[in-house]
Nanobody, 121 residues
Framework: QVQLVESGGGLVQPGGSLRLSCAASGSISGIGFMRWFRQAPGKRRELVADIASGGGTNYDDSVKGRFTISRDNDKKTVYLQMNSLKPEDTAVYYC???????????????WGQGTLVTVSS
């Protein structure tokens, strides 16, 4: 059993900052890519940023220069530092990871339950 648990969401004013965390736990032999997605009301889920096991990163154009994804492989945790937040960043943010499950040795994609970020004055 593998779980991804996000934390750090909340209400913030425009221009403010938040840091999201996502910790993986369970029968894990390794983790490949880790990602943050978001889904705004009435919109499709979209990829915000991803990070490879070696640290290489990619960002959606809408968040470049404002958001930073990072990971701590020892803690099996991925972070998303969000600065200069805008109302259009309001969404439920989901953590996603490619996990090597211990007993099967298979690479399986897992999702967290989501954390709500609201940017409003």
């Amino acid at each position: 059993q593998v779980q991804l648990v996000e934390s750090g969401g909340g209400l913030v004013q425009p221009g403010g900052s938040l840091r999201l965390s996502c910790a993986a736990s369970g029968s894990i032999s390794g983790i490949g890519f880790m990602r943050w997605f978001r889904q705004a009301p009435g919109k499709r889920r979209e990829l915000v940023a991803d990070i490879a096991s070696g640290g290489g990163t990619n960002y959606d154009d809408s968040v470049k220069g404002r958001f930073t994804i990072s990971r701590d492989n020892d803690k099996k945790t991925v972070y998303l530092q969000m600065n200069s937040l805008k109302p259009e960043d309001t969404a439920v943010y989901y953590c996603n990871a490619d996990v090597v499950v211990t007993f099967s040795g298979r690479l399986v994609e897992h999702w967290g339950q989501g954390t709500l970020v609201t940017v409003s004055s």
